[in-house]
């Protein structure tokens, strides 16, 4: 960062914190305690399919490698906004091995040099009358936000303040709520 970057307000980017999903697990804990979330099972790796034969490759060993043995179930789907979106199904009481997956796909994608593909991750969660919410992690911001759909493309704005505020010693929360964006019909939520 040179002097002119500070006097005109740009910012170093920060760079992803994957290990920060290993957090995760404690998040959902203190979401079972303190309000009736809990997680369902679903959590979904986003990103911008790269054209050619190297990402294919990527992607075929990722979902070989999540899937192997007695693996959890493995999809890909496409959104209308031309994101893919990587979906494991686990347990609803397997945080853990959720966010391993989660973690061994972002990692992946990094390590073979398709890190800036990655948009984000989401860990979903609901209570007792159905009401939805995400976990989600900005790669590249290496934070989270909560997102709490309503039906009609609308947002639980109250919730998602309120689960910011509770999940501070858990995660480290995207502080910029302008950065909270909606992820409407992200297979997974």
């Known amino acids: 960062m040179g002097f002119l ?25 203190t979401l079972q305690a303190a309000t009736n979330y809990r997680p369902t099972g679903l959590g ?11 990402f294919d490759d990527v992607e075929s060993d990722i979902t070989t490698l999540l899937a192997a043995g007695n693996g959890p179930k493995v999809e ?3 959104d209308s906004y031309g994101y893919t979106w990587l979906v494991s199904h686990h347990e ?10 989660l973690h061994a796909v972002n990692s992946s994608l990094q390590d073979t040099g398709f890190g800036p593909q990655l948009l984000c991750s989401l860990v979903s969660f609901t209570d ?10 900005l790669y590249k911001r290496g934070t989270f936000y909560p997102f ?8 639980d704005s ?3 303040l309120k689960i910011k505020a509770l999940l501070t010693n858990d995660l480290r929360v995207e502080q910029d709520l302008s950065r909270w964006f909606p992820v409407w019909g992200a297979p997974g939520l």
């Open 76 to 78: 890909a789907r496409d």
């Open 128 to 137: 007792d009358k159905d009401n939805r919410l995400a976990l989600v992690y």
């Open 92 to 101: 609803p009481d397997d945080t853990a091995g959720l966010v391993t997956d």
């Open 44 to 54: 979904s790796v986003c990103f911008r399919r790269a054209e050619g034969r190297a």
């Open 5 to 29: 970057d500070t006097l005109l307000g740009r910012t170093k980017p920060v760079k992803p914190d994957l290990d920060q999903l290993f957090g995760l697990p404690s998040a959902a804990l």
């Open 148 to 155: 709490a759909p309503l039906p009609g493309e609308q947002r």
């Open 158 to 160: 109250g919730t998602e």
